[in-house]
């Protein structure tokens, strides 16, 4: 069964340094997400991403993110200058169709994000 | 602005007892409202969905959830427990109109007793 694929699983990084996280989608999705769940707080939407631009952003997605689809299969986020407040289990999800329709979206594992 | 309430951290169960998971819900509009599931150092997976077709909903391993406006909520149950189930629990919904994003709960964590 196809599934979204996330690396790495974890990435330690230094406060002021760039990270980008990757994921692979599903190969016949075409809409793609971002989530983050900071320990011990709900899953939370940061973007989505359809037709090689920005669907929809939250409020969390501030100039210090960025996401991008590189080549035909890689989605990934970048956070420019990471702060201790980004240490967070960030999730990717893709979907054949917008998330405002009943459409489902399919979750990578994750990758754990620590800010030192 | 829309939001969901899940009604426990923790839940633990026996096995083989009944299985509630609650979660409520706020949203302006009927929305489009999910339970996934995530095992330990997996994705969420979706258990499943209430599209405004049925008020009874039908999941995957013997899961269900009945949607019911009135209360706005959206409980997740099983008849009975498995080991296997052991596991973290999220209400999600979309408010739909457009929108991509899902709104979570905080989640609960489901520990079956042998």
């Known amino acids: 069964e196809p599934e979204v694929t996330q690396t790495p699983s974890h990435q330690v990084t230094q406060m002021g340094q760039e990270v980008i996280l990757r994921c692979v989608p599903i190969s016949n999705h075409l809409y793609f997400y971002w989530y983050r769940q900071i320990l011990g707080q709900k899953v939370e939407f940061l973007v989505s991403?359809?037709?090689?631009?920005?669907?929809?952003k939250s409020e969390i997605f501030d100039d210090q993110f960025s996401v991008e689809r590189p080549d035909g299969s890689n989605f990934t986020l970048k956070i420019r200058s990471t702060k201790l407040e980004d240490s967070a289990m960030y999730f990717c999800a893709s979907s054949r169709t917008s998330g405002g329709s009943t459409d489902t979206q399919y979750f990578g594992p994750g990758t754990r994000l620590t800010v030192l | 602005a829309q939001s969901v309430t899940q009604l426990g951290s923790h839940v633990s169960v026996s096995e083989g007892a009944l299985v509630l998971l609650r979660c409520n819900y706020s949203s302006s509009v009927p929305p489009y409202l999910f339970w996934y599931v995530q095992y330990p150092n997996q994705g969420l997976q979706l258990l499943l969905k209430y599209t405004s077709a049925a008020t009874l909903v039908k999941g995957i391993n013997g899961f269900e959830a009945e949607f019911k406006k009135s209360e706005t909520s959206f409980h997740l149950t099983k008849p009975s427990a498995h080991m296997s189930d052991a596991a973290e629990y999220f209400c999600?919904?979309?408010?739909?109109?457009?929108?991509?994003?899902?709104?979570f709960g905080k989640g609960t964590h489901l520990i079956i007793q042998p």
């Open positions: 991403f359809y037709n090689n631009e920005i669907s929809e």
């Open positions: 999600a919904l979309n408010p739909g109109g457009g929108a991509d994003g899902l709104t």
